[in-house]
C-alpha cells in the first residue's frame, strides 16, 4: 500500500468497528481523501426501515461536504470484513461521481489488507455526472 492508502485504511478501519449494521451483520468502514489533503471517514449507518440506510462511503463523503472540505475527491478506500472486498455500491458510485473524476481512486480493501484498486472510470464508466447539466 502506498503511504496515503495507509492513512485512508487507518482512518476506515477505526470508525468500521462503529458501523450500526444490525440487520446485515456487516461491518463497513471508508475514508476519503479530499484534494485540500483532509481525511474523512464513515461508518455504515443501518436503519429498521432498510430505506433509510445510508453507507459508509456516502457518510463519510457528506461528513466532507458538511464540514468544509474541498467539494473533489482523490482518493476512496472501502474496508470491509469479507473475504473478497467489497466494492461501493451503485448508489455510493453516483454520490462518488459528484465529486470525482477521472484519476479518482478507489480502493476496495479487507481488514487483513487484502486490496485492488480501481481508477473511478474503471468501476463507474459512463457515469452521470454535474458536467450533464451543463
Ligand atoms: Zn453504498
Redesign the pocket.
Known amino acids: 500500500m502506498k503511504e496515503t492508502q495507509k492513512k485512508l485504511f487507518k482512518a476506515a478501519c477505526e470508525v468500521q468497528k462503529r458501523a450500526h449494521a444490525p440487520y446485515s451483520g456487516a461491518l463497513i468502514g471508508a475514508a476519503v481523501l479530499m484534494s485540500d489533503g483532509k481525511i474523512f471517514s464513515g461508518c455504515n449507518v443501518e436503519n429498521a426501515s432498510y430505506g433509510g440506510t445510508v ?1 459508509a ?2 457518510v463519510a463523503i457528506f461528513k466532507a461536504v458538511s464540514e468544509g472540505a474541498t467539494k473533489k475527491i482523490v482518493e476512496v478506500l472501502v474496508v470491509s470484513d469479507a473475504e473478497k472486498p467489497w466494492p ?2 451503485g ?2 458510485r453516483q454520490v462518488i461521481a459528484e465529486f470525482a473524476d477521472e484519476k479518482t481512486l478507489v480502493h476496495t480493501t479487507n481488514l487483513q489488507g487484502k486490496s485492488k484498486t480501481f481508477t473511478f472510470p474503471e468501476i463507474f464508466p459512463e457515469a452521470f455526472t454535474p458536467k450533464h447539466l451543463d
Request: hydrophobic share 15%; proline share 14%.
Open positions: 453507507c462511503e456516502r461501493p455500491c448508489f455510493c
